[in-house]
């Protein structure tokens, strides 16, 4: 197992020389909230040894090589929103935050992109976009808080991923400063690349192992004019996810196909302090449709109504956006208010697959006794189980809930599935990782990983395990 030096008073003075004083953190109050990200478990808290605010590239690059030099760790650290503890320091170290790096720099209406530094707001760059007339189309959840750079880090997904992919499928170029140090542009504005590796691609996803993300290229797309939100409700979930499929052939190529089952109805009613629509009994499937007329987009309406009927809907509303999306985003947060510790599984499964998935994880939690939230992206396959620690003693919870992800993850990857649909890895999950993914993809990460960071400094701990 690796070591790793730790910080003394020369490498803070050295940090402060690069970013200014008051840009280095070391006061252990101060640190606490980076100690952590949105998942609260207390075994997976990790304090850093100092934070640092960088404000530009160079600045990342003299950090890091600093940190290289020293044999010290790095951790980057976007908005801190993960669910995977992906931005703990399991090792001590150095926290780069990006959040002073927050300028979109250049709206190239022209070529529909735009670039923006690490650490804006993901709904900023919407914001701007929509300002512009275009759309950007990556929509995490999270997205009031979460950074454009940390979406990057983590290949994030949400609503709108059913019709314009993941972040991946946004991101056109980066520029990154490499465990090295050394500042470097991948990609571009051009719309096909065949130029050797994908090293955009390599380091898109990687959680803050293979680079540190400054910059991001975006691709705009053209802004529809109309939009409409259906909600679905279903009495019987197996029903209301089968139609999920047959809502896709139908070929009206919606921009969002969301579920929450009738749990997460009742708790994000009780949270909101709301009736929402049949929140009694009600399994909700959202469809969100986007296009060029309100006549076609009622027609389309329709053809979703009719096959929902036929497939045993109780009724179809046409949707408040902003109530229904409220309700929609407030999942995790009303988890957080009905149990602050809790555990959220982010499985995938092939489409066809997730109704299965979710009864067998419905009826697994109930076997062992625990509570669980099933809510996410319908049309994708990607499962949001919220598994709720409550009032558990913690080692009884910690006993639980490794027996039930054991017996889970083997069903998941024998419907052809895998761990994360769009979270990531992070700490949280390394050993389900060394575990479930399969041996030979393991040993290539790991010799990509040696290969582009061989003293091991970026975000150690994370993803998988690795021997120096
Ligand atoms: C309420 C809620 C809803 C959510 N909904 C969604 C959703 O719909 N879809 C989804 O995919 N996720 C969702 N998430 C998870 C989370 O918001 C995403 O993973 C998001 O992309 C993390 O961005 P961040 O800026 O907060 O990154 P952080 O949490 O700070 O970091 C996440 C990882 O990225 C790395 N990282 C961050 N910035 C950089 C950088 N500049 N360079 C290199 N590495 C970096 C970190 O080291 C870490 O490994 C949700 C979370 C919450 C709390």
């Not at 100690?35 to 640092?52: F, G, N, Q, R, T």
């Not at 192992?209 to 679905?232: G, S």
């Not at 047959?246 to 009736?275: H, S, W, Y």
């Not at 999306?325 to 995938?348: G, T, Y």
Request: overall charge negative; some cysteine.
């Amino acid at each position: 197992m690796k070591t790793y030096n730790k910080i003394n008073e020369n490498i803070i003075d050295e940090l402060k020389n690069i970013t200014g004083e008051k840009f280095v953190i070391v006061e252990k109050d101060k640190l606490e909230a980076y100690s952590h990200d949105e998942l609260m478990e207390p075994s997976c808290m990790k304090y850093p040894e100092a934070v640092v605010y960088a404000k530009d590239a160079r600045e990342v690059s003299e950090i890091v090589k600093l940190a290289n030099r020293e044999n010290i760790p790095i951790i980057p650290r976007g908005a801190g929103t993960g669910l995977t503890s992906a931005s703990v320091a399991c090792y001590g170290g150095i926290v780069i935050s990006l959040e002073k790096m927050d300028k979109i720099l250049e709206i190239d209406t022209e070529n529909m992109f735009m670039t923006a530094e690490a650490g804006v707001r993901t709904a900023e760059i919407q914001r701007a976009a929509r300002e512009n007339g275009m759309l950007y189309a990556g929509d995490p959840c999270s997205g009031e808080s979460s950074f454009i750079g940390g979406n990057a880090a983590t290949n994030a997904g949400g609503n709108k991923a059913v019709k314009y992919g993941t972040t991946r499928r946004q991101i056109y170029g980066l520029e990154i400063v490499t465990a090295a140090g050394e500042i470097i542009t991948l990609g571009g504005k051009c719309m096909k690349d065949s130029t050797g590796y994908s090293l955009l691609n390599l380091v898109i996803g990687s959680e803050g192992t293979l680079a540190v993300i400054t910059r991001v290229l975006l691709k705009l797309m053209p802004l529809a004019p109309e939009a409409m939100d259906l909600l679905i409700v279903f009495e019987d979930f197996r029903k209301a996810i089968e139609t999920v499929p047959k809502i896709i052939k139908l070929g009206v190529n919606p921009t969002c196909v969301e579920f929450m089952d009738n749990a997460v109805v009742q708790n994000c009613a009780a949270f909101l302090r709301e009736k929402l629509p049949h929140d009694e009994n009600g399994h909700y499937i959202i469809v969100k449709i986007e296009g060029g007329s309100r006549d076609a987009l009622e027609e389309d309406c329709v053809k979703i109504d009719e096959l929902c009927s036929a497939n045993g809907s109780v009724e179809t509303l046409v949707a408040d956006p902003v109530r229904i999306w409220k309700a929609r985003n407030s999942f995790a947060e009303a988890d957080r208010a009905a149990s602050p510790v809790f555990s959220a599984e982010d499985l995938v499964v092939p489409p066809a697959k997730i109704a299965e998935a979710v009864k067998y994880i419905t009826e697994l939690a109930a076997r062992y006794g625990l509570v669980v939230h099933c809510a996410g992206h319908a049309a994708d396959g990607n499962v949001h189980a919220h598994i709720l620690k409550g009032a558990l003693a913690e080692g009884e919870w910690h006993e639980k809930l490794a027996a039930l992800q054991k017996e889970l993850y083997k069903t998941v990857y024998s419907m052809g599935g895998k761990l994360s649909g769009e979270h990531g890895i992070g700490y949280k999950r390394v050993e389900l990782m060394s575990e479930f993914c399969g041996a030979g993809e393991l040993e290539m990460m790991r010799a990509v990983k040696k290969a582009l960071d061989p003293n091991l400094i970026l975000n150690p701990g994370k993803i998988f395990k690795v021997e120096a």
